[in-house]
């Protein structure tokens, strides 16, 4: 029987964690795709990264999944794409699904709070 750790170092196994600095720079460049995977009302207390898509991690396989009625167009499978959530575990959780669903360049920067206490550009 799996526990809630085993999910974790798996998905933490199949989606690199980058530097904050990486993701800064990506996030720069303007030629990746950053994604929250926060609910609503945790993005709603701290905001989230600058121009970033909005999908909760409860949500993830239908925004993703073309075929689905609920898919977020802003999620095509070439995309670079950079995770965050509140401490890093669902944001591995989320990339870890979006690898399983034929995404390859997912990337996991971790909380909010690292991205905020490294500058980087936040929105409400």
Not at 5 to 33: F, I, S, W
Not at 39 to 44: Q, Y
Not at 61 to 84: C, G, M, R, T
Not at 107 to 120: L, M, P, Q, V, Y
Request: proline share 4%; with cysteine.
């Amino acid at each position: 029987m799996k526990s809630a750790k085993d999910y974790l170092d798996e998905a933490n196994t199949q989606v690199p964690r980058v530097p904050v600095e990486d993701a800064l720079k990506k996030h720069a460049e303007g030629n990746a795709l950053f994604i929250d995977v926060r609910d609503s009302g945790a993005i709603e207390k701290t905001g989230t990264i600058a121009g970033a898509a909005r999908v909760p991690r409860g949500f993830m396989e239908f925004a993703a999944d073309d075929s689905s009625q609920y898919h977020n167009p802003v999620l095509k499978k070439d995309a670079e794409i950079y995770l965050v959530c509140g401490a890093g575990g669902q944001a591995a959780l989320a990339g870890k699904t979006l690898k399983e669903m034929g995404f390859e360049k997912v990337h996991n920067i971790g909380g909010i709070g690292d991205w905020k206490n490294a500058g980087g550009p936040m929105e409400d």
